[in-house]
């Protein structure tokens, strides 16, 4: 009986594990059931609901697992010490046992990373932020206000809020109420100055804004996440892509907001991530795929299928009508024949399967200890429980031993399938200390110097501001590309082309550069007059031709060579960037060019800024052509004339640059 539904096979289903003959054990305890508890006729006493089955339940493992961490529990498999994300807790349906354990292992202090699915309206950092939009709605809602004080928002004391609500006239609000005692307490006056700003900032601000400048700019979620645990930050995440989607839809306001999540919220399903050492508490359909070294299954003691949570509308192979599939309204008891009455009995048995095959997955997501426990209600527990399976398959059956519970006065069975002893612990406290003749290098422990933001890489075109100290840079807030007082619109197009053509037309053989240009200023000169393209052209080949040029365009020449370096300049370290017009290199010297227009008479009539680049590019290239002589000319396309720039000029820029 126990198999059906998992085998077709008459023989005994058998799951042969990976590690074969490894130690571990399937441990069972007793089913809990519900113990009586008289409640009190006075409404205003408490009711004690840790005495319910689920709670106790709760209880016992969550203290089991904060145990086994304490005393440093070793996994007898692996020899790992155990850890919070060894620990996977799987239960059948989410119902008060997935709250009450979780709220058991926060308050003790063990690390659990909350269901697996859940509702986002349903969730306690959810309810409070509806409550405080409730509030800016409607500020006579006493119980939205109440809500949100005592929430983390505010944390106000439970007495706090008594001493507030009950002392005020019948007539007046909990809000008039906490803006009277504001003027006394200045803890109330911050709470009531905080909620003004709130309804300002709600009236005008769409909701996404609202909320995540309540939640990140105010501290409201760090102060949730301190109180409920960092599983709430992804719930806050998720509150605030959902409020962002729902803007997008274009229904405005916070009223539409708070009725569209409350009546439509979406379910959040959590990714449970191994890595973050947490208890993972999940359904056992939802573990499908995953293990765990250590796993908890929790039996609720519920039937395999309720009559209530079948199915109404079943389909059906109907024998006389030509039909493929026929669907059957599936009435009451007191109505109904043979033919619903069957239908019933094969849902209940497909749904008796499911139940038995997510017993079956539930048992093989451990991978060295399964401990299977339950609670059951008033009744006895059903014979047909995942608890009540075990048991039968164990006690009296298997070669168990009894043991006494972790926690409570009662006995526990455990099952092992091999006798072998656990293997060597590998705690981190067990491992050889080192030797003491080790020595660290000296400064080993020190801290490393800080590191300094750098500016953006410094261009060398740009480098000449630096030198005069006295001098304020004056940004212009003109261009001289399209300022046509300052550089023409001509020129600055002129002077371009002739720069692309110096760069292209070496690389082409001679007979092919003419025809090459023309086509080049075809395509990006087309509104010159022809006079214009035709002395452009007559320039660029008087340098190409020229005799004195021939060196600059060499086979062993480049163009637009980028460099890049770090120099001190001005007492700090800095990265200087640029683009080398035209680089020719020999084995004995480096030549550096720089295209300029104009038509100077003399070296000393050149701008102090092109001496400044060419002093840096030579700087730079020094120490990637040691040995060699690097000197610096400037190419004047008009003339065209070639002027070299004196060492002592470089050397006399540089010392000014650089000097601290």
């Not at 409920?228 to 009223?255: C, K, Q, V, W, Y």
């Not at 082409?508 to 023309?518: S, Y």
Request: charged share 25%; glycine share 6%.
């Amino acid at each position: 009986e126990a198999r059906r539904g998992i085998t077709h096979d008459p023989g005994p289903v058998r799951h042969d594990a990976i590690r074969f003959d490894a130690p571990g054990y399937v441990e069972l305890w007793p089913s809990i059931g519900t113990d009586a508890v008289e409640e009190p006729d006075d409404w205003a006493q408490a009711i004690d609901h840790a005495r319910a089955p689920a709670v106790r339940v709760a209880e016992d493992v969550a203290a089991t697992i904060k145990l086994w961490l304490d005393r440093g529990e070793i996994i007898e498999g692996s020899g790992k010490r155990l850890t919070p994300g060894d620990v996977m807790v799987l239960v059948r349906k989410r119902d008060r046992f997935v709250h009450a354990l979780s709220k058991s292992l926060k308050e003790k202090n063990v690390r659990v990373a909350g269901a697996d699915r859940l509702s986002l309206p349903s969730h306690i950092a959810v309810k409070d932020l509806i409550a405080l939009g409730r509030f800016l709605i409607q500020p006579d809602d006493d119980l939205s206000l109440a809500a949100l004080l005592r929430s983390p928002v505010f944390a106000l004391s439970e007495v706090g809020l008594m001493e507030l609500a009950a002392g005020r006239p019948e007539a007046r609000s909990l809000f008039d109420a906490l803006r009277r005692g504001g003027t006394a307490d200045a803890e109330l006056g911050k709470f009531v100055a905080k909620l003004d700003a709130w309804m300002g900032e709600a009236a005008f601000k769409p909701v996404f804004e609202f909320y995540s400048g309540v939640l990140g700019r105010d501290g409201v979620r760090k102060r949730m996440i301190a109180r409920l645990g960092h599983e709430a930050g992804d719930i806050l995440d998720e509150f605030l892509s959902f409020s962002l989607a729902e803007e997008r839809t274009g229904l405005p306001g916070l009223e539409a907001f708070l009725a569209t999540l409350e009546s439509a919220g979406p379910e959040i399903k959590r990714e449970m991530d191994q890595g973050r050492d947490e208890v993972r508490i999940m359904t056992v359909h939802a573990a499908k795929g995953l293990e765990a070294p250590v796993v908890f299954l929790i039996d609720s003691g519920s039937a395999s299928a309720v009559d209530q949570h079948l199915p109404r509308l079943m389909p059906f192979a109907p024998k006389i009508i030509a039909c493929d599939k026929g669907y059957l309204w599936r009435s009451g008891t007191e109505v109904s024949n043979g033919f619903s009455q069957a239908a019933t009995d094969r849902a209940k048995e497909r749904a008796d399967d499911e139940y038995r095959r997510l017993l079956y997955v539930g048992m093989t997501r451990a991978e060295d200890r399964l401990v299977v426990c339950g609670y059951h209600g008033k009744r006895a527990q059903n014979p047909t429980s995942w608890h009540a399976i075990v048991c039968r398959a164990l006690i009296g059956v298997a070669d168990t031993e009894e043991l006494k519970h972790p926690i409570r006065d009662e006995t526990v069975h455990r099952f092992r399938v091999t006798k072998d002893p656990p293997l060597a612990s590998e705690a981190e406290d067990e491992k050889p200390q080192e030797s003491p003749d080790h020595v660290l290098p000296a400064g080993f422990l020190d801290m490393l110097p800080p590191v300094e933001d750098l500016p953006r890489p410094l261009s060398p075109s740009g480098a000449s501001v630096l030198i005069e100290e006295s001098r304020a840079a004056v940004v212009s807030n003109l261009s001289p590309v399209l300022d046509a007082e300052l550089a023409p619109v001509f020129a600055v197009e002129r002077g371009l082309a002739v720069h692309k053509m110096l760069q292209m037309l070496p690389g082409l053989a001679e007979a092919e550069r003419r025809a090459a240009a023309l086509r080049y200023l075809d395509l990006t000169a087309s509104r010159w007059t022809p006079a214009e393209r035709r002395t452009t052209l007559d320039e660029v080949e008087a340098i190409l031709n020229a005799p004195g040029f021939a060196p600059l365009f060499a086979p062993g020449s480049r163009a637009e060579v980028s460099v890049m370096g770090d120099m001190t300049i001005r007492g700090r370290q800095r990265s200087v960037s640029g683009t080398i017009d035209r680089l020719a290199v020999t084995e004995t010297q480096v030549l550096i060019v720089d295209y300029k227009t104009g038509r100077p008479a003399a070296i000393e009539e050149i701008a102090p800024s092109h001496i400044v680049q060419l002093a840096l590019y030579r700087e730079l290239l020094k120490p990637i052509y040691p040995g060699r002589s690097i000197s610096a000319v400037l190419l004047f396309t008009e003339g065209p004339q070639l002027l070299e720039a004196p060492a002592a000029a470089l050397d006399h820029a540089l010392a000014r640059l650089t000097q601290p």
